[in-house]
């Protein structure tokens, strides 16, 4: 940590990797407009830090133990709104990004960015700007752009999840207790819901929607 008197913008740095930490951290160390007030490894302990040194922005990753990033960022936002919330992680799938954004963080940067970039970002976040990376901005676009499909039912679900423990079709058909020709029929449907022609691509486009959560 740095005394950094008066003006320097205040953060929080939060990521369970200690090394990660460490970096950003080393990152922002020569920059006179930014004083580090505190790190942690969980959300748990940020919210912590937050309540404690009421900083001006709160950089946090997002898989992290005891309360991830998504969750500690609703908590930030709904407790302490003074301080702005930057997605800082190495995930950029359009659900881990739409949980960020929607859980209220301001920005959403991804572990690539530069010094420069990373410093501009904080200082964005603190007067309120909305921040995101290049890539992070190109997927919501696109996101939004992407007609809106039917949503999958129940038992298409049922299959999809099937598909994704490695099951052949027979092996579906017997867990579902439905004919081999009805587990094809529902997959053909699927694949036509998901934009998609085969079942490893069904699989991975379900999971980036968040169609699928699988551990």
Do not use: C, W
Not at 14 to 19: A, L, M, N, S
Not at 159 to 174: F, K, P
Not at 191 to 212: C, P, Q, S, W, Y
Request: hydrophobic share 45%.
């Amino acid at each position: 940590m740095r005394d950094m008197g008066e003006g320097g913008l205040r953060i929080v740095v939060v990521d369970d990797h200690t090394v990660m930490r460490a970096g950003v951290i080393a990152l922002l160390a020569a920059e006179d407009s930014i004083e580090i007030v505190g790190e942690a490894g969980d959300g748990r302990a940020a919210l912590e830090l937050v309540e404690r040194y009421d900083p001006d922005v709160a950089l946090v990753d997002l898989r992290m133990p005891v309360l991830d990033g998504v969750a500690t960022t609703t908590e930030i936002v709904a407790r302490y709104p003074r301080t702005r919330v930057l997605i800082l992680t190495t995930y950029d799938t359009d659900t881990e990004i739409e949980r960020g954004v929607e859980a209220g963080a301001i920005g959403y940067l991804l572990k690539d960015t530069t010094r420069e970039q990373l410093v501009g970002a904080i200082h964005a976040a603190a007067r309120g700007e909305t921040v995101l990376a290049p890539r992070v901005a190109e997927k919501l676009v696109a996101r939004m752009r992407r007609p809106v499909q039917d949503p999958l039912t129940d038992r298409e679900t049922d299959v999809l999840n099937a598909v994704a423990d490695g099951l052949t079709n027979a092996e579906i058909g017997r867990r579902l207790v439905i004919a081999e020709a009805t587990v094809k029929t529902h997959l053909l449907r699927l694949f036509a819901k998901l934009d998609v022609n085969d079942r490893t691509r069904a699989v991975v486009v379900a999971m980036e929607r968040g169609i699928l959560e699988r551990p």
